[in-house]
């Protein structure tokens, strides 16, 4: 009887440690100054958005339909100014690798957190809220952002983000 227990015990603790790393979240890290930045849970308000912040994959990879629109996005926010019209550069750098001006940017997490909070090289942060302290509707959501990432990783050679 008492092993039973124990045996029980251990198992509890078990699972109990399990869950608690399944649901850890991924932490940002700003691009800008290495400080971690959290972003309210309500954000993540769609599947994919979800599934990124649990595991900092990015689910539109691969997703033509959400490759579009977040192609419609990155023009959209004026990101082919600086980017070019695929990504490849202009004024600014080339998004598309195989090597990066921010080497983290190399994963769907990097390259969101670079996004979201801007760089010190002179793009600002592109994320709801960011974008324009005055107005905190202003910039792209989580999920239009992982669109916008989807559709930079379909100008590139073979490079997913989710490696």
Known sequence: MLLKKVLMSSLLVSMMTIVSVASADVTFVKTTDGSTFKLDAALFDTPAAKEFLATGKNSYVGNAEAEAKGKKLFGLYSCTQCHG?????????????????????ATNKGMFETLWHGTNGGMGGKGLGIMDATDPTNGLKVDELLKVIAWIRTQGKGLTGNE
């Not at 019209?85 to 940017?105: E, H, M, N, S």
């Open 85 to 105: 019209g695929d990504a490849k550069g202009q004024v600014g750098p080339g998004l598309v690798g195989p090597t990066f001006r921010y080497p983290k940017d």
